[in-house]
């Protein structure tokens, strides 16, 4: 399934929550940490876990819950009660391994085995970007660029050459793993243009998708992530090529030598060409 958008919801907006899914997000993901005020905890725990269990909420997507970090027991003691509709956990401010495979350990004592999407958006979530993909609960590791430069107190710039290093360094990480790589988000939901354009630069750096706080920057983010028609003819011939070859040498495309990681290349076009 793929994941070029991963819209989240307040956990404690149940009709945000059920609407998600109409947005044509490949993930949703209903927020009990920094979108609930901590007096709306325990309300938004008690929201998410009613629809997470409602017989006639079946979205066509991936369901996630992003849990807070030092009450995240009460939150899965919440929202796996009874069969709910869910299919991973998202932990923030992730800085270790260790921290989301004790997520994932906590998850099974209650009787659910669930993947993580650990967020590295901390320097220490950074700098231990690797151990955190290769976790063994791993299945997907985001970018938070907002979190990360409070942190450090750097100054959030549109161009984001402030956070041009972690950026890089959690997508390289997740491949290194063979994991999913989530950009981070454009907090101004009004500037569509820019968020075009920053999920494009995503792209091409590796990320598998974009993190979105709105509705309508689902679309963008889903386009964005399409390879165009131009791509996806030029990956078509050359795994054409590759197919047809009389021999294990290297074959020309468009006078072009193509080598293995040319094919890897095309493949990975046709993949999300294949997404839409």
Same mark, same amino acid.
């Given at each position: 399934?793929?994941?070029?958008? !991963? /819209?989240?919801?307040?956990?404690?907006?149940?009709? +945000? #929550?059920?609407?998600?899914?109409? =947005? @044509? $997000? &490949? *993930?949703?993901?209903?927020?009990?940490?920094?979108?609930?005020?901590?007096?709306?905890?325990?309300?938004?725990?008690?929201?998410?876990?009613?629809?997470?269990?409602?017989?006639?909420?079946?979205?066509?997507?991936?369901?996630?819950?992003?849990?807070?970090?030092?009450?995240?027991?009460?939150?899965?003691?919440? !929202? /796996?009660?009874?069969?709910?509709?869910?299919?991973? +956990? #998202?932990?923030?401010?992730?800085? =270790? @391994? $260790? &921290? *989301?495979?004790?997520?994932?350990?906590?998850?099974?004592?209650?009787?659910?085995?669930?993947?993580?999407?650990?967020?590295?958006?901390?320097?220490?979530?950074?700098?231990?970007?690797?151990?955190?993909?290769?976790?063994?609960?791993?299945?997907?590791?985001?970018?938070?660029?907002?979190?990360?430069?409070?942190? !450090?107190?750097?100054?959030?710039?549109?161009?984001?050459?402030?956070?041009?290093?972690?950026?890089?360094?959690?997508?390289?990480?997740?491949?290194?793993?063979?994991?999913?790589?989530?950009?981070?988000?454009?907090?101004?939901?009004?500037?569509?243009?820019?968020?075009?354009?920053?999920?494009?630069?995503?792209?091409?750096?590796?990320?598998?998708?974009?993190?979105?706080?709105?509705?309508?920057?689902?679309?963008?983010?889903?386009?964005?992530?399409?390879?165009?028609?131009?791509?996806?003819?030029?990956?078509?011939?050359?795994?054409?090529?590759?197919?047809?070859?009389?021999?294990?040498?290297?074959?020309?495309?468009?006078?072009?030598?193509?080598?293995?990681?040319?094919?890897?290349?095309?493949?990975?076009?046709?993949?999300?060409?294949?997404?839409?």
């Amino acid at each position: 399934m793929p994941r070029r958008s !991963v /819209l989240f919801s307040p956990g404690d907006r149940p009709e +945000l #929550m059920r609407k998600g899914p109409d =947005s @044509g $997000a &490949d *993930v949703v993901v209903f927020d009990l940490e920094d979108a609930v005020a901590p007096d709306r905890k325990a309300a938004a725990r008690e929201a998410v876990a009613d629809v997470l269990t409602d017989p006639g909420f079946d979205p066509d997507c991936e369901v996630v819950v992003r849990v807070t970090g030092r009450e995240s027991e009460a939150d899965l003691d919440a !929202v /796996l009660a009874g069969e709910p509709r869910l299919e991973a +956990l #998202m932990l923030p401010k992730a800085e =270790s @391994g $260790a &921290d *989301v495979d004790a997520l994932a350990a906590a998850a099974a004592e209650r009787g659910a085995d669930l993947p993580v999407f650990a967020l590295c958006e901390t320097a220490a979530g950074v700098l231990h970007a690797e151990s955190i993909a290769t976790a063994n609960a791993t299945t997907a590791v985001l970018f938070g660029a907002e979190d990360l430069s409070a942190d !450090v107190g750097a100054t959030r710039t549109e161009e984001g050459t402030e956070v041009l290093y972690a950026r890089e360094h959690v997508v390289l990480a997740a491949a290194t793993a063979g994991v999913d790589a989530v950009d981070t988000l454009v907090t101004d939901i009004d500037a569509l243009d820019r968020l075009r354009g920053d999920a494009a630069f995503a792209r091409d750096l590796g990320y598998n998708g974009k993190i979105a706080v709105h509705p309508s920057q689902v679309p963008v983010i889903n386009d964005a992530f399409r390879p165009d028609e131009e791509r996806v003819e030029w990956a078509r011939r050359v795994i054409d090529a590759v197919e047809n070859r009389e021999s294990e040498g290297v074959v020309r495309v468009d006078g072009e030598m193509i080598d293995a990681p040319l094919v890897s290349q095309a493949q990975r076009i046709l993949d999300r060409a294949n997404e839409r």
